[in-house]
């Protein structure tokens, strides 16, 4: 069972900035592709963006300009460094370690940790 720690949510003012990150115990972490997904209160989850095994980062439209991920494989550690934080980027965070397909779509995993929790005040 892969574990994955995530850290460094909390509450912040429109114009924010946090840098979330997830420790993953999965075996050869430098083979995989990882991800950020987020969940708002009453929603689905929906990816903010992933980076695949060779360090290249994608973004979906909410994130792009404003966030950006990495990786340090050393360290088997993921993070999403997140600035001009606005209200609709609340929720819980979470990692996930899977793979990029060939079309550059994202295919999670089935592990998930408990997430961290984003709050961006007005």
């Known amino acids: 069972q892969v574990q994955l720690v995530e850290s460094g949510g909390g509450s912040v003012q429109t114009g924010g900035s946090l840098r979330l990150s997830c420790v993953s115990s999965?075996?050869?972490?430098?083979?995989?592709?990882a991800a950020w997904y987020r969940q708002a209160p009453g929603k689905t989850r929906e990816l903010v963006a992933f980076?695949?095994?060779?360090?290249?980062?994608v973004y979906e439209d909410a994130a792009q300009g404003r966030f950006s991920i990495s990786r340090d494989n050393d360290k088997n550690t993921v993070y999403l460094e997140m600035n001009g934080l606005r209200p609709e980027d609340t929720g819980t965070y979470y990692c996930?370690?899977?793979?990029?397909?060939?079309?550059?779509?994202?295919?999670?995993?089935?592990?998930w940790g408990q997430g961290t929790q984003v709050t961006v005040s007005s």
């Open positions: 980076i695949g095994d060779d360090g290249t980062p």
């Open positions: 996930n370690m899977g793979v990029s397909s060939r079309a550059g779509k994202y295919v999670p995993s089935t592990s």
């Open positions: 999965v075996s050869a972490f430098y083979i995989h592709a």
